[in-house]
């Protein structure tokens, strides 16, 4: 279960202590990890990743290989403050994470360890730390998730910032601390600079959106007619399909992928990098190679809706193959100024 991102004091520092206090409680945890124990069959895994999108796929990886994962659940902002204040004596053998900015921050303070060419040379440049620090293993797209009942596609939006415009006042969902929403921001100052995405913060919050704090309640929310439109990733339109027992194409909730390169179609990844401590770890070396094998890539594919990141394996079937999606210019490596990300969206107010 993923701990919620809460204002206190606008920074992420805090962020990652009350992470620490929570994670430290048991919460999210399984089998809370002893940095005294042996590192033989047995790594531990902080994820920023939802744990009932990804449970599963570490419970096969345990089966198959007789490797134990020990697992600190938590938001991918959280963890990454709480691998910074732990610096060296983090229990941590990999960081899994929702986005790559979050992987890059941590890149930056210089924990991670260089992952062998074998592993990253399976994902395209686009996709992996030019360092090789970090690999990502699934991609997903942004997308702007709304009800057909309630929004014709003759007046869907061309960029997203159009989302400021009066007349979608309180007709726009939102998940603030959410990792994909940070990084979505970040890529708004990589493309065009700090300002506009002051007043792109600014403008949501003059319209009032709708705050949540995941996508999935956002998609939800939408396909009930609860809510007209929401910023979301593309995967979560078939998670909620799959709980309800049926097809993306039967919802009412439907995706829009921004066209032109426009900044709200950014295609970030989720992804993983292993700790300096562990460089020489075999079995994390293990679990980064099972995450970019063809089960777990089917597994993104098939049970989280994500699109793999290995060649050969294909994507889900009711959104457009990813070598199709219209992104912007933005490299994945410059995502990486997470804590200014996360101050800026709690000073625009748009935090609860």
């Known amino acids: 279960m993923s701990v919620t991102f809460r204002r206190s004091t606008a920074t992420l520092v805090a962020a990652g202590l009350l ?3 929570l994670v430290a409680c048991g919460s999210g945890e399984d089998d809370a990890a002893d940095p005294g124990k042996p590192n033989d069959k047995v790594i531990t895994v902080y994820s920023g990743r939802n744990e009932q999108l990804v449970k599963p796929l570490l419970e096969k990886f345990s089966q198959q290989t007789g490797i134990q994962v020990q697992t600190r659940y ?5 963890l990454a403050a709480q691998l910074v204040e732990e610096g060296d004596k983090s229990p941590a053998d990999v960081f899994f994470a929702q986005d790559a900015g979050a992987l890059g921050t941590v890149a930056k ?4 360890a260089t992952l062998p060419e074998a592993a990253t040379g399976k994902v395209a440049e686009t996709y992996r730390a030019r360092s090789g620090q970090w690999v990502g293993v699934s991609a997903r797209s942004r997308v702007l998730v709304y009800n057909a009942d309630q929004v014709t596609a003759d007046q ?3 960029s997203v910032f159009e989302l400021t415009d009066p007349k979608w006042k309180g007709k726009v969902a939102i998940a603030p601390t959410n990792a994909s929403f940070q990084a979505f921001v970040t890529a708004i100052r990589v493309q065009h600079g700090d300002q506009k ?3 792109f913060l600014a403008g949501l919050k003059a319209n ?34 799959k709980e309800k027992g049926t097809t993306p194409e039967a919802l009412k909730a439907k995706l829009h ?3 032109g390169g426009d900044t709200g179609a950014l295609v970030n990844v989720a992804g993983v990098g292993v700790l300096k401590r562990s460089a020489e770890d075999a079995d994390a070396k293990a679990f980064v190679d099972y995450l970019l094998g063809a089960e777990a890539q089917k ?25 199709e999606l219209k992104v912007p210019a933005i490299d994945l490596n410059d995502l990486d100024t997470l804590e200014a990300t996360v101050a800026m969206i709690t000073e625009s107010g748009l935090v609860p």
């Open 197 to 199: 995405a002051k007043d």
């Open 19 to 21: 992470a620490v206090g």
């Open 208 to 241: 009032e959106p709708q705050i949540r704090d995941g996508n999935i309640k956002i998609v939800e929310e939408v396909n009930d007619g609860k809510i007209a439109v929401g910023l979301v990733n593309h995967y979560y339109l078939g998670e909620v399909a």
């Open 74 to 78: 938590a938001t991918t902002a959280q």
């Open 156 to 158: 869907l939006p061309t």
């Open 299 to 323: 597994y993104f594919a098939e049970e989280t809706f994500e699109y793999p990141v290995v060649t050969g394996i294909p994507g889900p079937a009711y959104v457009p193959a990813l070598a």
């Open 109 to 112: 303070k210089g924990m991670f």
């Open 257 to 259: 992928f921004f066209p």
